[in-house]
């Protein structure tokens, strides 16, 4: 069995999969509890991650991947993982990373200043030296990244995974999960645009097996509704609809509206057709859309996300597959929120309840609906 585990950060991404053969792969890392604050619900993301390892009898992590260098998605790493590039951020206590995940973007990108910048330094260090990364995507200002630094494209070429490719050491067969690279893509980066951190973000299909049985996760990480209707442009046009299908989505962007449509709507956010079409290819009747937020609100309150007309259509494409759709703030319930974990077997995916003995809880900021959480 493997198993998929969220964390309650507000608007923050943290997700580990730990595969049946004993593997640990994090995605982002945001530490967002303040400990000054003893009304703050979020977990203590540190004491989390430590402990699960601890219980495994470990010091490392398989993979840590950062989607990208967005606050929201690796606040606190720097205290918490051993980084190779310096002394200060190595020690008894910390978490070794045996291979970093980054785009393309993390490496070339200019004018970062605080955590950003010491994650970027860590993923220059380990491309300069050949070893313990994966960058995904091959763009021009990579190769002259590289070109400045005296080191051969051709050298690195191995380190490297363009979208449209599956991630290489993890195969159905050998580790029972294969990873199929959706973005970021090298042509958008080389025509011109202004490098953009959501948009140039890393977003997979992680593919399971179990007793035959496939389960599909979706990571989005937080794509526009733009850069996800391009995604489903490219691989339909490359006949590679089943790199699109999923049991488990993590929808994009703390559910904002701007990941379906580029209108917020009055009481529902109206997806474009690419992305209504994506949203329509969960491949089992219950699947699970998850939303790493905070709760849903019942008005409009400002132009951050989670917002309560994107909610309103994730809901409703729950309720017509008798599917879920889980905000982790709200998870099991609003009050006392707990890490969100999703067990994938031979009957795919299905929410752990822990000590709800197994009944579908209804939680969330505005009158539940059957069969949803959030």
Same mark, same amino acid.
């Given at each position: ?18 595969? !049946? ?7 982002? &890392? ?32 398989? %993979? ?19 980084? =190779? ?22 490496? %070339? ?13 860590? @993923?220059? &260090?380990? *491309? ?27 050298? =690195?070429?191995? *380190? ?30 080389? $025509?011109?645009?202004? *490098?953009?951190?959501?948009? $140039?973000? +890393? ?12 389960? =599909?996760?979706?990571? +989005? ?30 929808? @994009?962007?703390?559910?904002? &509206?701007?990941? *379906? ?10 997806? /474009? ?9 969960? !491949? ?6 998850? !939303?790493?937020?905070?709760? /849903? ?12 007309? @994107? ?43 822990? &000590?709800?003995?197994?009944?579908? %809880? ?13």
């Amino acid at each position: 069995m493997h198993k998929l585990t969220f964390f309650p950060l507000g608007n923050a991404d943290c997700c580990r999969i730990d595969l !049946s053969g004993g593997q640990k792969l994090l995605f982002d &890392y945001a530490a967002m509890r303040d400990a000054d604050d003893e009304d703050d619900l979020r977990i203590d993301l540190a004491a989390a991650i430590l402990e699960d390892l601890e219980a495994a009898k470990r010091d490392s992590l398989d %993979v840590v991947a950062f989607t990208h260098l967005d606050d929201d998605h690796i606040h606190g790493a720097s205290e918490l993982f051993h980084l =190779r590039h310096a002394e200060k951020y190595q020690g008894e206590g910390r978490i070794k990373i045996d291979t970093l995940w980054v785009p393309a973007a993390a490496i %070339v990108e200019e004018g970062c200043e605080d955590e950003d910048k010491i994650i970027r330094a860590e @993923a220059r &260090y380990r *491309l300069k030296q050949g070893k313990g990364i994966r960058v995904f995507s091959r763009p021009d200002k990579l190769k002259q990244w590289l070109e400045r630094e005296k080191i051969p494209f051709e050298s =690195r070429q191995h *380190l490297i995974t363009d979208a449209g490719r599956t991630v290489p050491g993890f195969t159905l067969a050998d580790a029972g999960v294969e990873f199929f690279v959706h973005s970021p893509f090298a042509s958008r980066l080389n $025509d011109g645009s202004v *490098l953009d951190r959501n948009i $140039d973000s +890393l977003a997979l299909q992680a593919t399971f097996s179990v007793d035959g049985k496939l389960t =599909r996760l979706l990571t +989005l990480s937080d794509l526009d509704h733009m850069a996800l209707s391009d995604i489903v442009d490219i691989t339909r046009g490359k006949k590679r609809d089943d790199r699109l299908a999923w049991d488990i989505m993590k929808i @994009a962007h703390h559910c904002s &509206y701007t990941a *379906l449509g580029p209108d917020k709507g009055k009481e529902k956010t109206e997806p /474009i057709p690419n992305v209504r079409w994506l949203c329509e290819q969960a !491949s089992q009747p219950k699947a699970i859309a998850v !939303s790493s937020s905070k709760l /849903i609100p019942d008005e409009d309150s400002d132009k951050q996300p989670p917002h309560r007309q @994107a909610a309103a259509y994730y809901r409703e494409q729950a309720t017509n597959r008798s599917g879920e759709f889980i905000v982790t703030m709200a998870h099991p319930k609003a009050a006392a929120p707990e890490q969100l974990v999703i067990e994938i077997g031979g009957s795919k995916a299905k929410v752990k309840r822990g &000590y709800l003995g197994g009944a579908a %809880v209804i939680v969330g900021h505005s009158a539940p609906r059957a069969g949803l959480n959030g």
